[in-house]
Each structure stands twice: as structure tokens, then as C-alpha cells.
């Protein structure tokens, strides 16, 4: 599979009103079946394609999301995405995508 989304992208979700930063990629489902079943019926994704854990945040809450990549959208805001542990992660901020600075 290919991911159709980059570390470092701000997204946001489809159905849910909530954006984050992409900082994983799990190249198909790699969660617990609790954790799937607990998603409605109507909504849940299918399995066989990539996951995202994103550094999401909603109002003033901040949180780490898992989200298939069927529910992903570009968030073309450039609004920062302000979450606690987006500094230990990523160095910067260009456009739309955080980056890292590798040694």
C-alpha cells in the first residue's frame, strides 16, 4: 500500500471536527479488534488500507488520534497545530507540514 498522506501533514477529518499532525503511518490496520469494534458500524473503515496516528487537537483539547486514511483531509489552514509534544517531535513548521531536522 501506498500512504496518499506524509509525516509532518496537517490533516483533518473527514467526519469528525478535529485536525492534527501526521507523526506515524501504519501501512494497514494495526490496532487492537476492541478498538475497531468500538467504531460505529456506519463509519468504520476498512482495514486494508493505511493508518495515521496523528497529534490531533479539538477546541482546547489536545490528543493522539488513529485515523484511516479514508477519513483524512488536506487541512489547508496553515494554522499550527498546537499540541503539547509537537516541538519533542518535529523541529519546524513550512506551509502546511512540520518537519524534522535529521542528524
Known amino acids: 500500500n501506498n500512504a496518499k498522506f506524509s509525516i509532518g501533514e496537517i490533516v483533518k477529518h473527514r467526519h ?3 485536525r492534527g499532525v501526521i507523526y506515524d503511518v501504519d501501512f494497514e490496520f494495526n490496532n487492537s479488534e476492541e478498538w475497531y469494534q ?3 458500524k456506519e463509519v468504520r473503515p476498512r482495514k486494508d488500507q493505511p493508518f ?3 497529534l490531533a487537537e479539538s477546541n482546547d483539547v489536545t490528543y ?3 485515523v484511516s486514511e479514508q477519513n483524512l ?3 489547508n489552514s496553515k494554522e499550527p497545530v ?3 509534544l509537537i ?3 518535529f523541529s519546524g513548521k513550512k506551509g502546511s507540514s512540520y518537519f524534522k ?3
Open 16 to 18: 469528525f471536527d478535529f
Open 38 to 40: 468500538s467504531i460505529p
Open 52 to 54: 495515521y496516528h496523528l
Open 64 to 66: 493522539e488520534a488513529y
Open 73 to 75: 483531509l488536506i487541512d
Open 82 to 84: 498546537k499540541h503539547p
Open 87 to 89: 516541538e519533542e517531535i
Open 101 to 103: 531536522i535529521s542528524n
